[in-house]
């Protein structure tokens, strides 16, 4: 069973410029969340989709969004990129969008901004 | 508002030394789930238990076992016997009902296990 996919791995952007990042889920999957990991503020909510619905969001600004599909696959996009955004962004996948299922994270998009 | 504190930042142990990770945990909600998740250097965050507020029993899972206290609102992870291939960043997190798939994460503790 193939896991949680995200794409691309590793990106270099600079200053102004917006990044889009991709995550697909686990088969079957209809939930996925996005995470911020950076070495200050360490792991946080992003927002959470199900069935191409946001239905969660974290405390970012509106250059922060997201979508998904009806393969339930989702992409983030970050506009106006600041060297804040440097981090990795983990995609984490569910069945459902309760928390009593198991979360699956990918590897993780590390995004640098130059 | 959610809030996890993993006050232990670095831990290096000897491998089969027993190594303790706290965690301590701060919500208003009577209902909470609790979480243990191991990143690798890899990268992705591996699950390895979640508890409910309701369910105070501790557990063993071969060599991890999992302390949780409502009392002292703490849920430790304790390694037994550790082995080089346990290091790695292990976070404490936290979620409650009605907030779908959000976790609260605490800041994370690096465990390096040396041969």
């Known amino acids: 069973k193939a896991g949680v996919t995200q794409t691309p791995r590793y990106l270099i952007k600079t200053r102004g410029q917006q990044v889009t990042l991709s995550c697909s889920p686990i088969?079957?999957?209809?939930?996925v969340s996005w995470y911020q990991q950076t070495p200050g503020q360490g792991l946080q909510f992003l927002f959470e989709y199900f069935s191409e619905t946001q239905r969660n969001k974290g405390n970012f600004p509106g250059r922060f969004s997201g979508r998904q599909f009806s393969n339930s696959r989702s992409e983030m996009n970050v506009s106006t990129l600041e060297l804040g955004d440097s981090a990795l962004y983990l995609c984490?996948?569910?069945?459902?969008?309760?928390?009593?299922?198991?979360?699956?994270f990918g590897e993780g998009s590390r995004l640098t901004v130059l | 508002a959610q809030k996890v504190t993993q006050a232990q930042t670095e831990i290096s142990v000897v491998e089969k030394e027993d190594v303790t990770l706290d965690c301590v945990y701060e919500t208003r909600d009577t209902t909470y789930y609790l979480f243990w998740y191991k990143q690798p250097p890899s990268g992705e965050l591996v699950f390895l238990i979640r508890?409910?507020?309701?369910?105070?029993q501790n557990e063993i899972s071969g060599r991890y076992s999992w302390n949780f206290q409502k009392s002292t609102s703490s849920f430790n992870f304790t390694i037994t016997a550790s082995q080089v291939v346990d290091s790695a960043v292990y976070f404490c997190?936290?979620?409650?009902?009605?907030?779908?798939?959000?976790?609260?994460f605490g800041g994370g503790t690096r465990l390096m296990v040396k041969p």
């Open positions: 984490a996948s569910s069945l459902r969008t309760s928390i009593t299922g198991e979360l699956f």
């Open positions: 508890r409910n507020s309701f369910d105070e």
């Open positions: 088969s079957g999957h209809r939930s």
């Open positions: 997190a936290l979620s409650v009902p009605n907030a779908g798939n959000m976790l609260t």
